[in-house]
């Protein structure tokens, strides 16, 4: 068995130790509810950059190790439910996922004295549709300091090019996680908006002056990079934008790379942290 520390421990001393924030917002009428997981600071007056975790349909798994880890390193991190599931109000569906972010984002940036955050280190990090709902938001205008986009789902490709995917995706919806006003609310939803949220659309609506960092997995049948993430890589990379590109050998939840994520996570974030300064400082 690897007995490798996973977490660092803050030291018993720490002035500031860490503490979870509850967060309960309005989104367009309705309450959504998340947390904040603040750092240990080890001086009264110093803040942190924020990472906002962005769970996938129907979210089950929240990435928790990752937001845990990367907290233990001195960053804060939220995550929350979107409208219409796992306890937050209204109605379900992938337009209101894209709203929600920009409605959170914007709530921990008002509140960022409260939270000991720094409001313009602020950055996304989404998990499949989670990632969908990260790039689209910033298309539409969102601003933030970096995303890191974990097998992020294409659900205009789905839709699109893909209907069979598309259909075995939205078959969730039968378990009742979701609040639904009619039954086919998902896929009218979709069929409105599909051709804007193709991946490979977004390109030139992306911000040219963040960093972009892309994870896959080689054995990913839910979100295989070859139509999730590299259609729209490589339109960046024309448009000349700071992107890269790390593919770990595993599928879509990355169930043993853990560690390696977790690591990886960090180390990118670190660089979009460095771009950042340097960019500031020029």
């Given at each position: 068995?690897?007995?490798?520390?996973?977490?660092?421990?803050?030291?018993?001393?720490?002035?500031?130790?860490?503490?979870?924030?509850?967060l309960?917002?309005?989104?367009?009428?309705?309450?959504?509810?998340?947390?904040?997981?603040?750092?240990?600071?080890?001086?009264?007056?110093?803040?942190a950059?924020?990472?906002?975790?962005?769970?996938?349909?129907?979210?089950?798994?929240?990435?928790?190790?990752?937001a845990?880890?990367?907290?233990?390193?001195?960053?804060?991190?939220?995550?929350?439910?979107?409208?219409?599931?796992?306890?937050?109000?209204?109605?379900?569906?992938?337009?209101?996922?894209?709203?929600?972010?920009?409605?959170?984002?914007?709530?921990?940036?008002?509140?960022?004295?409260?939270?000991?955050?720094?409001?313009?280190r602020?950055?996304?990090?989404?998990?499949?549709?989670?990632?969908?709902?990260?790039?689209?938001?910033?298309?539409?205008?969102?601003?933030v300091?970096?995303a890191?986009?974990?097998?992020?789902?294409?659900?205009?490709?789905?839709?699109?090019h893909?209907?069979?995917?598309?259909?075995?995706?939205?078959?969730?919806?039968?378990s009742?996680?979701?609040?639904?006003?009619?039954?086919?609310?998902?896929?009218?939803?979709?069929?409105?908006?599909?051709?804007?949220?193709?991946?490979?659309?977004?390109?030139?609506?992306?911000?040219?002056?963040?960093?972009?960092?892309?994870?896959?997995?080689?054995?990913?049948?839910?979100?295989?990079?070859?139509?999730?993430?590299?259609?729209?890589?490589?339109?960046?990379?024309?448009?000349?934008?700071?992107?890269?590109?790390?593919?770990?050998?595993?599928?879509?939840?990355?169930?043993?790379?853990?560690?390696?994520?977790?690591?990886?996570?960090?180390?990118?974030?670190?660089?979009?942290?460095?771009?950042?300064?340097?960019?500031t400082?020029?």
């Amino acid at each position: 068995m690897n007995t490798e520390l996973f977490f660092r421990d803050p030291a018993p001393d720490t002035p500031v130790m860490p503490f979870d924030e509850p967060l309960i917002m309005d989104s367009h009428g309705s309450r959504i509810f998340g947390r904040l997981l603040r750092p240990a600071f080890y001086d009264e007056t110093s803040t942190a950059p924020v990472v906002l975790m962005l769970h996938g349909h129907p979210g089950g798994d929240r990435n928790l190790d990752i937001a845990a880890y990367l907290r233990a390193n001195g960053l804060a991190v939220a995550y929350f439910s979107y409208r219409g599931i796992w306890g937050s109000q209204g109605d379900y569906c992938l337009s209101h996922n894209i709203e929600d972010v920009a409605t959170v984002t914007a709530y921990i940036r008002e509140h960022a004295a409260q939270y000991r955050v720094d409001p313009n280190r602020f950055y996304l990090f989404g998990h499949s549709m989670g990632g969908f709902s990260a790039l689209n938001a910033m298309a539409a205008g969102l601003t933030v300091s970096g995303a890191i986009l974990l097998a992020p789902c294409d659900t205009g490709y789905k839709y699109l090019h893909a209907p069979k995917e598309f259909t075995s995706l939205m078959a969730c919806k039968a378990s009742g996680y979701f609040h639904l006003p009619a039954e086919d609310y998902l896929e009218t939803d979709a069929a409105q908006h599909a051709e804007e949220w193709y991946f490979p659309h977004l390109a030139e609506r992306l911000d040219a002056s963040i960093p972009y960092r892309f994870i896959g997995g080689a054995r990913d049948v839910t979100t295989p990079p070859r139509q999730h993430i590299l259609p729209l890589l490589e339109r960046l990379q024309a448009l000349g934008r700071d992107v890269r590109y790390t593919e770990l050998d595993d599928g879509h939840m990355f169930p043993v790379s853990r560690v390696r994520l977790a690591r990886l996570a960090l180390s990118l974030l670190s660089e979009m942290e460095a771009h950042n300064t340097n960019a500031t400082k020029g």
